[in-house]
């Protein structure tokens, strides 16, 4: 069984910038990419940034140059770096990963970016 746990969320100004976190507990295979999903109010779910356990990324085109995704050392935690926050970056935030043919989701961190 895998738990993410996500960390980092809050209430920021436009332009501001916040650091996501997510840590992830049981048995995780060391060539599970770990990405970030977020879900606006009245919106569907949607892909923001992917990671790779050797390092390569993929982003969302409304946040590349603004987001950073990164793997932690020990490749169970992944971090989103959100920078020059916009009022449309608000959402929860869900961390993903997958193990053994399984997905798993976190439960979400709330980012509130106000105008």
């Known amino acids: 069984q895998v738990q993410l746990v996500e960390s980092g969320g809050g209430l920021v100004q436009a332009g501001g910038s916040l650091r996501l976190s997510c840590a992830a507990s049981?048995?995780?295979?060391?060539?599970?990419?770990m990405a970030w999903y977020r879900q606006a109010p009245g919106k569907q779910r949607e892909f923001v940034a992917v990671?790779?356990?050797?390092?390569?990324?993929n982003y969302l085109d409304s946040v590349k140059g603004r987001f950073t995704i990164s793997r932690g050392n020990a490749k169970n935690t992944v971090y989103l770096q959100m920078t020059s926050l916009k009022s449309e970056d608000t959402g929860v935030y869900y961390c993903?990963?997958?193990?053994?043919?399984?997905?798993?989701w976190g439960k979400g961190a709330l980012v509130t970016v106000s105008s």
């Open positions: 993903w990963t997958m193990a053994s043919g399984r997905v798993y």
């Open positions: 990671a790779s356990s050797s390092g390569g990324t």
């Open positions: 049981g048995v995780i295979d060391s060539f599970s990419a």
